[in-house]
């Protein structure tokens, strides 16, 4: 089989998780952690590098409690997200900023590395094991048609009822796919909560109802090298048409994909996982975290044991 990197976007500090760096909480019985499996996962389905987007500061906490394990099991590389990694010409216009640029960003830095078909993912979400093996798979026929100016992606969907919190709002790119399951739009929901019909979006004075069985994107998108190049002209343009007292502003991965996919420029196949999708977005999902590893490691999806 061919070659395939997984990318792992674990820069970012969870500021509704307490301020600790969620990313590295241990949910497993020996201490694992949720990128342990989904490294694991990606491995099994046949990934054969793993490229670690993270922050310069937390370079040495995230290589003692992550990074030397992963080096002994697999070909691994660092890229570090940093604020200040811009077009010389912006530097002065984002002097006063503090947040991060975003996830666009964060795969741009590691155009460097990554030379083959990659699967990007979020260091603190636990995807399944279907998700990767379908990604795997559709990874290694991904090729730009000759005949068509389209760059290809994929990305893997999940039912939204499979990926609410019990503990809170949550942000979901609902997308919208024709009858060849290719994506046709992709709009970026806030505050989707859990309700006893199913879901609702919480409206400032109303909830408007959703439905459960829609189709989410939750950032785990397949790509080929050729994508940094969009990136990287994608980003000169963002940075040229925010405003400077836009400090919220972010270079966002189904933003930037759901634009090309109306400029007509990607075609999106969008892959179905029907696992339950789990992750920390607030403090209180870790137990449910803990509890979800403990059923699958009893069922035998992981051993009891260190792997």
């Known amino acids: 089989m061919g070659n395939a990197t997984l990318v792992i976007m674990a820069a970012g500090i969870g500021s509704r998780f307490g301020g600790g760096i969620k990313q590295l909480e241990p949910v497993g019985p020996n201490g694992e952690i949720i990128m342990d499996y989904s490294i694991y996962d990606a491995l099994e389905a046949g990934f054969d590098k793993v490229v670690f987007v993270i922050r310069k500061d937390l370079e040495k906490d995230f290589k003692e409690i992550i990074g030397k394990r992963i080096e002994k099991q697999v070909e691994t590389a660092y890229a570090f997200q940093e604020l200040d990694d811009i077009p010389e010409e912006y530097k002065d216009k984002f002097q006063g900023r503090t947040k991060p ?107 408007e109802k959703i439905d ?32 400077m007292e836009d400090v919220k502003a972010e270079y966002l991965l189904p933003t930037i994909i759901g634009d090309l996919l109306k400029a007509n420029q990607v075609e999106v196949k969008v892959l179905q996982s029907k696992d339950r999708w789990f992750g920390v977005t607030y403090k209180e999902d870790k137990d449910v975290v803990v509890n979800s590893i403990k059923e699958l490691i009893d069922q035998g999806d992981y051993q009891k044991k260190g792997d």
């Open 101 to 207: 640029w975003g996830t666009g960003q964060a795969i741009l830095c590691c155009k460097d590395l990554v030379h083959e078909p990659f699967l990007v993912i979020n260091a603190d979400d636990y995807y399944g094991k279907q998700a990767y093996k379908e990604a795997y798979s559709y990874l290694q026929e991904m090729k730009r048609d000759p005949h068509s100016d389209k760059l290809p992606v994929c990305m893997v969907g999940f039912v939204l009822k499979n990926t609410l919190s019990d503990n809170g709002g949550v942000t979901r790119g609902i997308c919208r796919v024709d009858e060849f399951h290719m994506l046709t739009d992709i709009v970026e929901t806030h505050n989707i909560v859990k309700t006893q019909e199913g879901a609702a979006v919480q409206k400032e004075d109303r909830r």
């Open 212 to 243: 459960v069985e829609s189709e989410v994107s939750m950032n785990m998108w397949g790509l080929t090298p050729d994508f940094f190049e969009i990136l990287d002209d994608g980003f000169d343009k963002f940075l040229s048409e925010i405003a």
